[in-house]
T-cell receptor, first 113, second 114 residues
Framework: AQKITQTQPGMFVQEKEAVTLDCTYDTSDQSYGLFWYKQPSSGEMIFLIYQGSYDEQNATEGRYSLNFQKARKSANLVISASQLGDSAMYFCAILLYGQNFVFGPGTRLSVLP | SQTIHQWPATLVQPVGSPLSLECTVEGTSNPNLYWYRQAAGRGLQLLFYSVGIGQISSEVPQNLSASRPQDRQFILSSKKLLLSDSGFYLC?????????????FGDGTRLSIL
């Protein structure tokens, strides 16, 4: 079964600096999608960014980008110019064709003023 | 645009009481629908998913059940709540026109069992 690992339970970053949140996955499938979600303290899950396994370019969405290294099976989220509002839990998830999402355990990011 | 509504936002129930959480989606048709539970500070546990009216798949055996009486309505129920049912419940939908669509979540229900 596929598995998602997020090795950083908690991360701190200074406001306006960049931060990388790690995500590694385990699958033998060639076709899959990787997703990142943000969960603020209010609880809602907000979709941030998507990377397809066949995408040659790293995905970018505003201040969010993915450092996708397929051979290493990693899809790290990079947040540039951190803001106080970025403080939240961040979840990485993998989707295989015909199956349901599998979420990682999450990383709690705290942005310091 | 598509929206998802989930209610109530907060619920406090005694042990042994029934439960009904409702989720509706607007602006799309034939979505996949999901119920998740999240313990405090933990990840998401998939409880049920549905690919169509009346079609429910259970991921975790428990005293909860789900129903999909209409295309865009998903209900989570229990006849008798347990203390272990406390948690944060999230409903989600996903479009089915492409397999790699993201899930979109409701605002969640915080359920406390006394």
């Amino acid at each position: 079964a596929q598995k998602i690992t997020q090795t950083q339970p908690g991360m701190f970053v200074q406001e306006k600096e960049a931060v990388t949140l790690d995500c590694t996955y385990d699958t033998s499938d060639q076709s899959y999608g990787l997703f990142w979600y943000k969960q603020p303290s209010s609880g809602e899950m907000i979709f941030l960014i998507y990377q397809g396994s066949y995408d040659e370019q790293n995905a970018t969405e505003g201040r969010y980008s993915l450092n996708f290294q397929k051979a290493r099976k990693s899809a790290n989220l990079v947040i540039s110019a951190s803001q106080l509002g970025d403080s939240a839990m961040y979840f990485c998830a993998i989707l295989l064709y015909g199956q349901n999402f599998v979420f990682g355990p999450g990383t709690r990011l705290s942005v310091l003023p | 645009s598509q929206t998802i509504h989930q209610w109530p936002a907060t619920l406090v129930q005694p042990v042994g009481s029934p439960l009904s959480l409702e989720c509706t989606v607007e602006g799309t048709s034939n979505p996949n629908l999901y119920w998740y539970r999240q313990a405090a500070g933990r990840g998401l546990q998939l409880l049920f998913y549905s690919v169509g009216i009346g079609q429910i798949s259970s991921e975790v055996p428990q005293n909860l059940s789900a129903s999909r009486p209409q295309d865009r309505q998903f209900i989570l129920s229990s006849k008798k709540l347990l203390l272990s049912d406390s948690g944060f419940y999230l409903c989600a939908w996903r479009a089915t026109d492409r397999w790699d669509q993201p899930q979109h979540f409701g605002d969640g229900t915080r359920l406390s069992i006394l």
